[in-house]
């Protein structure tokens, strides 16, 4: 089985899992939630390029993604707080399909991609005993730290679009701010908040 078929098996597993938590939540529409993943695997294959300047060559080509640009699909969606709930274990998922797939070590050694899958998951059980409602913030936050811890274990590849630019690094902190925005949006229409009361005037009889 080819590195290829190795990591597009973990990604479809991934998949299914994420629809199956989604569901399990009740929190918003299915299809929209299916289309936003497809849309993020997408965003994901566009994103390597940008990153690392190229899909990879021969056989691994067709599995090179950057999962940094997954959950955007969700954003730009405009999908329910679940979406975010149910992201952090498929993702886990996923990395160990890159694992087997022999992928993504960076230079810390062979198990970088097992490390980022252990960390989701714990990230999956806060969500998970959090509020709902705040789950997408949190999620951004945890998800650009993350990914902006391990990136001195990466290998650098030169000759990227917009190298200097749009590098790992700057995206990942671009999910720590989006966690900011997030947040303060919530906040600012929460229920109750920035309402003015009003008054009625009754005629005496």
């Known amino acids: ?5 190795l990591q597009l098996a973990g990604w479809s597993a991934a998949f299914w899992l994420a629809l199956g938590l989604h569901a399990r939540l009740g929190s918003g529409s299915r299809t929209r939630f ?12 566009g994103g390597h390029a940008l990153l690392w300047g190229r899909p990879l ?8 993604v950057s999962v940094l640009f997954v959950p ?22 996923a990395r160990v399909g890159c694992l087997a797939a022999g992928c993504c070590r960076g230079t810390s050694g062979e198990l970088l991609p097992l490390y980022e899958a252990t960390l989701l998951v714990a990230l999956h059980g806060a969500l998970a005993r959090g509020a709902l409602a705040a789950a997408p913030e949190r999620f951004a936050w945890a998800f650009g730290g993350l990914r902006l811890a391990e990136s001195r274990w990466r290998p650098r590849v030169e000759g990227a679009p917009l190298a ?3 590098t790992p690094e700057a995206v990942a902190l671009g999910w720590i701010a989006v966690g900011a925005l997030l947040a303060v949006r919530r906040s600012v229409t929460k229920p109750g908040r920035f309402r003015h009361a009003s008054v009625t005037l009754r005629t005496p009889p």
């Open 1 to 5: 089985m080819t590195a290829a078929a």
């Open 34 to 45: 299916a289309l936003a993943l497809l849309l993020g695997a997408a965003l994901a294959r």
């Open 57 to 64: 060559p021969g056989p691994d080509a067709a599995g090179a």
């Open 72 to 93: 955007l699909g969700l954003l730009l969606l405009r999908t329910d707080p679940g979406a975010f709930a149910s992201l952090p274990l498929p993702l886990a998922v």
């Open 164 to 166: 200097g630019v749009a």
